[in-house]
């Protein structure tokens, strides 16, 4: 991994689910403002800002996928929700960590925001979008059910 260059949104993160990847590009894109900041050494105000910035769009993102996964009957939503929090719990002790005088974040928490978001995205996304994929399609949903009673 180069310090230089965070990894941005492209389409291989698309999941065909525009809001959801709308604000996987927000969170690249914070993200990449984070990397940016702590490669130049930034003051200390201004890396709160950005990480305080990265830990709400992404608590407030995690719940819409949240909802989402519950509207669409995810099977995983369990697993998955915990992961999220494993990912929030990481940027909130480095945000307290700034907050209480630890002098910078480190490069470790780059490595792991970025590792966590390629992976997050490709793996554990993107069996929500399959799943919600498969059911809009599924012959035996509920909607044909209803429709072989209907007159
Ligand atoms: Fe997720």
Do not use: C
């Amino acid at each position: 991994m180069s310090v230089n260059s965070p990894i941005g949104w492209s389409e291989d993160f698309a999941l065909n689910l525009p809001e959801i990847d709308a604000q996987h590009q927000v969170l690249f894109d914070l993200f990449g403002q984070l990397w940016n900041a702590i490669v130049a050494r930034a003051e200390r105000a201004e890396m709160l800002r950005l990480i305080g910035d990265l830990e709400d769009y992404a608590a407030q993102h995690f719940k819409e996928e949240e909802r989402f996964m519950e509207a669409t009957g995810f099977p995983k939503l369990a697993s998955h929700k915990m992961a999220h929090e494993t990912f929030v719990r990481r940027v909130t002790a480095e945000r307290s960590a700034i907050d209480k005088g630890s002098p910078s974040l480190s490069l470790d928490l780059l490595r792991f925001l970025q590792n966590w978001l390629v992976e997050h995205i490709m793996v554990s996304d993107r069996e929500y979008a399959r799943h919600y994929e498969s059911a809009k399609q599924s012959p035996s949903g509920l909607g044909n059910f209803f429709n072989r009673l209907l007159p």
